[in-house]
């Protein structure tokens, strides 16, 4: 599938996701490259293939209910989440959802447990996906060591783990968020809390989806002072065409 014919896809499957998302009161913003390109090109940043999306975890779960009876479209994944439609697993909207994180050795507690925790529960597909080549020595074994040692752990059992983490442990103050169920440098980085509070509607393409307020400091924190320069970053085409060829629709995420 060319980009061209990808983006018309996606926009699609963003459109409908919108829609959705109006008719139930249900907050969301675009994020990561889809938020940079939102603001920077007015859609698509030309090589991104595909749709980042982040939203409360109350909005998550109102998103969650919706759809439990939608005949069209779903909810894929149980760390990782997308909104995908029912019988193409080629294109997908990645939903992140933001808990509230404390700071000092609480901050460093959770994302420990979470990191380890995502290790765990990876299969042989989704190690593919792991770039372990970027880590040291002593890492790469803590991680080949954590992904063994959860093979003999029920997967029912670490999802469940995770999920209770990220929704009500650590918690601080409860002023910090960040995305729980993101890899690990994206879940490392933790905003405030009032970031997604207010929305407002930009330009995507043909349409208009929605974003933060604070969109600049966000984009800021993600791509630095000078986001607005085009830098060519490929790094996610390649996982996003492995996990489209895999069966069973992909990797467990």
């Known amino acids: 599938m060319n980009i061209e014919v990808t983006h018309k896809k996606l926009l699609g499957l963003m459109t409908e996701f919108n829609e959705i998302c109006k008719e139930n009161d249900i907050h969301y913003t675009l994020h990561g490259g889809s938020l940079l390109g ?8 030309p090589w991104d293939d595909d ?5 409360t975890r109350e909005d998550f779960i109102k998103l969650q209910k919706v ?3 939608n005949k069209n479209y779903y909810i894929y994944g149980d760390i990782k989440k997308q909104f995908r439609k029912i019988g193409d697993d080629e294109l997908w909207v990645d939903i992140f959802v933001c808990d509230y994180i404390g700071t000092g050795i609480s901050r460093k507690a959770k994302l420990f447990s979470l990191t380890a925790l995502d290790i765990m529960s990876r299969d042989k597909n989704s190690m593919k996906l792991s770039n ?3 880590y040291g020595k002593g890492k790469r074994i803590a991680f080949k060591t954590l992904y063994f040692v959860g093979k003999i ?10 999920n209770k983490i990220a929704e009500s442990r650590f918690l601080g103050d409860k002023t910090r968020i960040h995305q729980s169920n993101d890899q ?12 997604m509070e207010k929305y407002l509607w930009v330009p995507f393409e043909s349409e208009q989806f929605s974003v ?7 984009l800021v924190k993600w791509y630095g002072e000078n986001y607005m320069t085009p830098i060519k970053d490929e790094r996610n085409k390649d996982v996003h065409d492995i996990v489209r060829s895999l ?3 992909g990797a467990k995420l």
């Open 38 to 45: 939102a603001i920077r090109e007015q859609g698509f940043i």
């Open 51 to 55: 749709i980042d999306t982040a939203m």
């Open 67 to 69: 759809l439990e009876n």
């Open 132 to 134: 372990l080549d970027q």
């Open 153 to 162: 752990i029920p997967r029912t059992a670490k999802v469940k783990l995770y």
């Open 184 to 195: 690990f440098k994206a879940r490392s980085k933790d905003f405030p809390r009032e970031w």
């Open 212 to 218: 933060i307020e604070n969109y600049h400091e966000m």
């Open 247 to 249: 069966e069973d629709g």
